[in-house]
Nanobody, 119 residues
Framework: QVQLVESGGGLVQPGGSLRLSCAAS????????MAWYRQAPGKQRELVAI??????NYGNSVKGRFTISRDSAKNTFNLQMNSLKPEDTAVYSC??????????????WGQGTQVTVSS
């Protein structure tokens, strides 16, 4: 019922910046958790950034370069990526949890968006 759709992926050069967005649709009472994960070929899925009402944390490889933020009015959250490196190339997926309109908790994933960092 609640769905997430990512946008903003694409091809960028090393050192460049990119902003990803995750838009939630459906009847939502609240979003209590928002996160970004990524998975590159041959590697395990890793946490990029996660934010709850109590804290915000980043993976070690992106600290100081990536920032997660929320637009409450639009049920949208973003990932600002700066100083991109080729090692950041991966499929990025958003994840959100909260309370839907039928009072059930939800935890859903977006479909993923490709980010490629290359000269």
């Amino acid at each position: 019922q609640v769905q997430l759709v990512e946008s903003g992926g694409g091809l960028v050069q090393p050192g460049g910046s990119l902003r990803l967005s995750c838009a939630a649709s459906g009847t939502i009472i609240s979003i209590n958790l928002m996160a970004w994960y990524r998975q590159a070929p041959g590697k395990q899925r890793e946490l990029v950034a996660i934010s709850t009402s109590g804290s915000t944390n980043y993976g070690n490889s992106v600290k100081g370069r990536f920032t997660i933020s929320r637009d409450s009015a639009k049920n949208t959250f973003n990932l600002q990526m700066n100083s991109l490196k080729p090692e950041d190339t991966a499929v990025y997926s958003c994840n959100a949890g909260g309370l839907s309109g039928n009072m059930n908790r939800f935890l859903v994933w977006g479909q993923g968006t490709q980010v490629t960092v290359s000269s």
